[in-house]
């Protein structure tokens, strides 16, 4: 077991790396940069003295090959450096986004098990009857609908009948003004949800349905236990571990609908950040953000996989 | 009024007819207008509400006074049937003066109208840039930063018509021009550095000392000479050209006299360009070597407003200067806060029509209409052009373009409309070698139509244009690659420009040799600087004040500096130096006019100015901004402007639900 988890965590350091590496190429691949992007429309008037000025400031005048190296070395030493358009910390701006992007990812998680779960759970036992027709149809169209799109919608409905505040100025936290803080999550905490979670509800259904058929089961319902007993401590336990497994993957796919609706609706959190910088090419940022989500996505892999290992030996002796 | 102007002593018979020119006039060729304005105040419709009405008695009287003048004076020209040809011109120019006098009067008194109705109190919440490259504003070319600091510091002089060039006092509270080479500027009295605020408390900071005269002269050297306080040279002091014009500054008391290389009857205007703003010595040159660290802390002014927040991607804030100087009704404003950009369109969106914000703009034109349309009543909306020219360049200096027949046949194949349609979905206007923006010079839209390169009638120019490439050899040239600014392809709907341009060419001139590319601006400028550039199409350099004649002489007199094409004809050298000195702005008019009709002649010689575009801005009834005329916003910066008139109508309808967050107090 040790060497599997030491197997697994040296596959994701170089996972960590290869990512870090590519956000840095790109960033640098595509046209412009800081000291460009910050004039913007006036970039025409500058002289090749400013632009250059600026670009020694910031160090975007050495060989991409020294920057590279001092990114690699300041990186290992956990160094960020400074954001070329705040002036602030990387870690500091880090910090300020992480809390809420993980108020809005657990409130997206929250939202989709909790309707992913109980929909899976439905659409198994009343299997091919008219509510299992509708809940399936229900999650392809959760699977086919853009994030963005759902939330459009959703923003202009809101917009139209003037329902609730959406305060995407105030940007409150759910410990300083739950209410306010609730109605600016609650489109993108569902959009979210609702796509996130489709994958979810699909296979805990098809897994229900395969435990449901397995003669421990039929043992359960021999011995005379209620029905609900049957369902939730015998078939749901079991159906559920084929679904953590793929949590990780579903975790990475909520983390970029993050991106897009903390972008919609304003909400500071990393991905509003990775977009920011990706625009002003604030190239500390953007590389650490990337770096971090990496990290993020690659440690959750990382857990799954190994209590995946301690729950079935098959996989940590393969 | 005195006469202590020379430009006023030479120019007093030849004032501009054309009512709408006029100011530019003033502030441009007769320089006649600027002591005449100079010697005024400014703030005269932000008096209280008696003063105004005795100005408007006093307007009144002055009009029946000068109606009666009329009548007696075309009494007496019926009487005179028999006078000379020459008196009677004397008499016709006179009467239109007196016109001139009418209509400004009616003007006053409607503005004396309107600053009545004006009412105090209340914030601005904006959308801000988000990314500001230096908090000084002599290092910087970028207008973003103006939107902050020209609310925060103060100009020698200001625009009270940003797009006319009309000139009023700022620091300086009048200003004389003795003779043609020399500049005397008389500073206001009680002007003082804010007291509060973060700015007032950084270390090297002076906060709450008076304005002096060697403030001024400061501010002045530092550019002409680029030089930083360390000693080191800066290549980054943008308005360095400008104040070259310099030879040396002389201080008296509480005035500063400027001596200037050459007559130039355009300098003048230059005090009011937004870009030259006055900096605190002590604390701009006390953090030189930080000036890319943007924070409210370094920024200390003489304006209506104290920075208190000036943190990118989070926000800035702006509260009324207690303390403002000679006005202490204004600004009407308690403050500005500007939130951090809004990267979607989705979330603008939603901060507007809930009222968390006070305006919009959005790349995309269509959606300002579409909410302007669901919100009709409670909206207006306003159109306002974009200074960057948009134009394409031939580098005509060198094989083969420096045949003009290429270079002319470009030029004429550039479907200028066809471009407004497809990349800015209609909103735009055809430019010639003067920008439409620039309106007292620019040959207008209607003339236009009919001139080679900028007919209506497109086909006509196409079959010039294909008869010149034929004949000059240009399909022997091989395949060219056509390069657009990246920065310029970046954009979504803009993306597609480079192959646009490639096929306007190729459809020109019936071939498949064009090739559209894009390269960034940092190998398209450096290589334009060098004059060795590849044929590139992209934004021009701002303009920045509304006298073209400035941005003509920089860019096709001989040796000029932004005369890339290496232009060198005695002709434009002469008329156009001359129009530079020229009093009359009728005269001064023609002679830019001439140019531009020879340059268009002659292919613009590769810098094919094609248009400016526009775009839409929204705001709520209750959000009173200034602006030239019910729908059109003002062509050129006019940050001080409406840091200056900008107010708030609670009381309108509109502002029912308003949800605009409070800046930080002091």
């Given amino acids: 077991m040790q060497a599997y988890i030491i197997r697994r965590i040296l596959g994701a350091v170089f996972v960590v790396f290869l990512v870090g590496t590519f956000s840095f190429f790109a960033i640098r691949v595509l046209p412009g940069d800081f000291a460009t992007a910050s004039l913007g429309l006036d970039a025409g008037s500058a002289s090749a003295d400013n632009i250059a000025q600026r670009r020694a400031d910031l160090g975007l005048d050495k060989p991409i090959g020294e920057q590279y190296a001092n990114w690699l070395w300041d990186t290992v030493r956990l160094d960020l450096g400074d954001s070329f358009l705040t002036q602030n910390t990387v870690w500091y701006e880090i910090g300020r986004s992480l809390p809420y992007s993980i108020e809005l ?34 999650a392809i169209l959760a699977l086919a609908a853009p994030v963005f799109w759902t939330a459009a919608i ?165 | 009024m005195s006469e202590r102007s020379y430009w006023q002593r030479m120019g007093r018979k030849r004032m501009s007819r054309r009512g709408i020119l006029r100011a530019s006039a003033r502030a441009g060729v007769g320089a006649a207008g600027l002591a005449l304005v100079g010697c005024g105040d400014d703030d005269d419709d932000g008096q209280q509400a008696a003063a105004q009405v005795q100005q408007q008695q006093q307007a009144m009287q002055q009009q029946a006074e000068q109606q009666a003048m009329q009548q007696q004076q075309q009494q007496a020209m019926q009487q005179q049937d028999q006078q000379q040809a ?153 308005r360095s050209a400008y104040w070259g014009g310099v030879s040396t500054i002389d201080q008296a008391d509480n005035s500063v006299t400027l ?66 100087y000679g006005n202490p009704d204004k600004p009407y404003l308690d403050g500005w806060v500007w939130v951090q950009t809004f990267q979607d369109p989705n979330a603008y969106r939603i901060a507007f029509e809930q009222k968390q914000v006070d305006s919009m703009t959005d790349p995309d034109p269509n959606t300002i209409l579409a909410i302007h349309d669901d919100l009709i009543d409670e909206t207006y909306l306003t159109f306002q052009g974009v200074a960057n020219t948009v134009a394409i360049f031939t580098p ?101 420009t480079p192959g646009i341009i490639a096929e306007m060419f190729n459809q020109a001139f019936d071939t498949d040799q064009f090739n559209g590319i894009t390269k960034p601006y940092l190998e398209i400028i450096p290589s334009w600087i060098n004059k060795d550039f590849d044929p590139f199409f992209s934004w021009i350099p701002n303009i920045e004040i509304p006298d073209a004649r400035a941005d003509m002489i920089g860019a096709f007199t001989t040796g000029a500096g932004s005369n890339y094409w290496d232009v060198s004809d005695p002709y434009i050298d002469e008329t156009l130096i001359a129009a530079k000195q020229e009093l009359d702005y009728d005269t001064a008019f023609q002679m830019i006019r001439d140019v531009q009709d020879y340059v268009m002649e002659r292919g613009q010689f ?53 949800q605009a967050p409070e800046p930080t107090p002091l």
């Fill in chain 1, 105 to 138: 990812g657990v409130l997206i998680m929250i939202v989709g098990f909790s309707v992913a779960i109980p929909v899976g759970l439905i659409s198994a036992i009343f299997q091919d009857k008219a509510l299992d027709y509708s809940l399936r149809g229900l």
């Fill in chain 1, 154 to 318: 959703a923003s202009l409905v809101v917009l139209q009948w003037d329902l609730f505040l959406i305060d995407v100025i105030g940007q409150p936290h759910l410990w300083e003004d739950p209410g306010n803080a609730i109605t600016w999550y609650l489109i993108p905490m569902f959009a979210g949800g609702f796509a996130g979670t489709a994958t979810t509800m699909r296979l805990l259904r098809s897994q229900m349905l395969e435990v449901l058929r397995q003669d421990y089961v039929r043992t359960a319902r021999a011995k005379g236990l209620r029905e609900s007993v049957v369902i939730t401590r015998h078939a749901l336990r079991n159906a559920l571990l084929p679904v953590l497994t793929v949590m990780g993957v579903t975790i990475a796919t909520i983390i970029g609908s993050q991106v897009i609706l903390e972008n919609m609706f304003n909400i500071p959190g990393i991905g509003n950040k990775v977009l920011t910088a990706l625009f002003a090419r604030d190239n500390p940022v953007f590389q650490s953000v990337v770096l971090i989500i990496a990290v993020f996505t690659v440690l959750t892999n990382l857990v799954v996989d190994i209590m995946y290992g301690v729950i079935d030996p098959r996989i940590r002796l393969s």
């Fill in chain 2, 396 to 496: 005509s200096n060198k094989a083969p373009w420096n045949d003009l027949r290429l270079t002319r046949a470009i030029d004429l194949a550039i479907n200028r409309r066809q471009l407004i349609q497809q990349l800015h979905n209609g909103l735009g206007k055809v430019s010639g070698p003067v920008s439409w923006m620039q309106e007292a010079w620019a040959i207008s839209q209607e003339d236009l139509e009919t001139i080679p390169g900028y007919r209506v009638d497109k086909d006509a120019d196409i079959e010039e244009a294909r008869a010149l490439w034929n004949a000059a050899g240009g399909p022997e040239l091989g395949q060219i690659d056509w390069v657009t600014s990246e920065l310029w392809a970046s954009r979504a709907a803009w993306s597609a």
């Fill in chain 2, 259 to 324: 001596n200037l290389v050459e007559p130039d009857a355009t300098f003048v205007q230059g005090f009011a360009n937004e870009f030259n703003l006055i900096n605190q010595p002590e604390l701009v040159g006390g953090t030189e070597d930080q000036y890319t660290e943007v924070d409210a802390s370094k920024v200390i002014g003489t304006g209506p407003n104290i920075l208190t927040r000036w943190d990118p991607g989070e926000g800035i804030a702006a509260l009324r200067n207690p303390d403002f």
């Fill in chain 2, 606 to 658: 590769g810098r094919s100015i094609c248009y400016n575009y526009i775009y839409p801005w929204i705001g709520y009834n209750y959000n009173k901004i200034e602006k030239k005329t019910d729908e059109e916003g003002w062509n050129f910066l006019a940050v001080s402007l409406q840091a200056m008139e900008h107010y708030l109508d609670l009381d309108d309808p509109s502002a029912s639900d308003r």
């Fill in chain 2, 86 to 238: 020459a008196q009677q011109a004397a008499q016709q120019e006179a009467q239109e003066q007196t016109a001139d006098e009418q209509a400004e009067q009616q003007a006053a008194q409607q503005q004396a109208a309107v600053a009545s109705t004006k009412k105090y109190g209340g914030w601005i919440v904006e959308q801000s840039a988000n990314v500001y490259e230096t908090y000084d504003a002599q290092r910087t070319v970028a207008s973003p930063v103006l939107q902050v600091l020209a609310r925060v510091q103060s100009k020698i002089l200001r625009f009270a018509n940003p797009d006319t060039g009309d000139l009023v006092g700022d620091l300086a509270e009048t200003w004389e021009l003795p003779d043609s080479t020399t500049v005397v500027l008389n500073l206001r009295d009680g002007v003082s550095w804010h007291s509060e605020g973060p700015g007032a408390s950084h270390p090297a900071a002076a906060p709450g000392r008076a304005l002096t005269t060697q403030d001024i002269v400061w501010n002045i050297d530092r550019q002409r000479n680029k030089l930083l306080e360390s000693g080191e040279e800066a290549g980054n002091f943008g």
